[in-house]
Antibody, heavy 119, light 113 residues
Framework: EVQLVQSGAEVKKPGESLKISCKGS????????IGWVRQMPGKGLEWMGI????????RYSPSFQGQVTISADKSISTAYLQWSSLKASDTAMYYC????????????WGQGTLVTVSS | DIVMTQSPDSLAVSLGERATINCKSS????????????LAWYQQKPGQPPKVLIY???TRESGVPDRFSGSGSGTDFTLTISSLQAEDVAVYYC?????????FGQGTKLEIK
């Protein structure tokens, strides 16, 4: 069974750094793109970017370019989303999701990581 | 970026009735070389991650009930639930995967009337 398991909820202060993770299992981790999606409280889905763990090729949405860093460690089948300096507006649920085998939609999704940034 | 616009923002339908959600893209997501529309539909229930229902605009994901169907081509698409069940209460999103960033619609909240 293909599964993505994300790291747990985080509570941080503005200006702090953070790296959240997404571990894939049940498939060849290096052969499929993995993406990150933001969902702010009570809002819709925002596509942030994707990474191909095989060669770390990464594509960002212009809205998130320079605001976050997407990376992957293929040795442990894990993708990451990181911030160097969090803002209150980064408070959101973050989902990782695997790009499907036959096309670039997301399937399946991780369970989500809630990031709360508050002073 | 391709802008995806859904209508309506919210919808209340009686049990057993038809629900229709529309999605319009700011440019065509039909890839002429394979005649496929790069459009997916997702369902998100409260407290859960989204789940894909439909891809290639009209192909139902395995295990998705056949009351869910997708149609449309080019820039205009529709998700139809033929006979609404209580478990279909959710927010529905369309997404284009024609060109990055693979943008989502704003979502349509479906409730029971």
């Amino acid at each position: 069974e293909v599964q993505l398991v994300q790291s747990g909820a985080e509570v941080k202060k503005p200006g702090e750094s953070l790296k959240i993770s997404c571990k894939g299992s049940g498939y060849s981790f290096t052969s499929y793109w993995i993406g990150w999606v933001r969902q702010m409280p009570g809002k819709g889905l925002e596509w942030m970017g994707i990474i191909y763990p095989g060669d770390s090729d990464t594509r960002y949405s212009p809205s998130f370019q320079g605001q976050v860093t997407i990376s992957a460690d293929k040795s442990i089948s894990t993708a990451y989303l990181q911030w160097s300096s969090l803002k209150a507006s980064d408070t959101a649920m973050y989902y990782c999701a695997k790009v499907a085998m036959a096309g670039d939609w997301f399937d399946p999704w991780g369970q989500g990581t809630l990031v709360t940034v508050s002073s | 970026d391709i802008v995806m616009t859904q209508s309506p923002d919210s919808l209340a339908v009686s049990l057993g009735e038809r629900a229709t959600i529309n999605c319009k893209s700011s440019q065509s997501v039909l890839y002429s070389s394979n005649d496929k529309n790069f459009l997916a539909w997702y369902q998100q229930k409260p407290g859960q991650p989204p789940k894909v229902l439909i891809y290639w605009a009209s192909t139902r994901e395995s295990g998705v009930p056949d009351r869910f169907s997708g149609s449309g081509s080019g820039t205009d698409f529709t998700l139809t639930i033929s006979s609404l069940q209580a478990e279909d209460v959710a927010v529905y999103y369309c997404q284009q995967y024609y060109s990055t960033p693979y943008t989502f619609g704003q979502g349509t909240k479906l409730e029971i009337k």
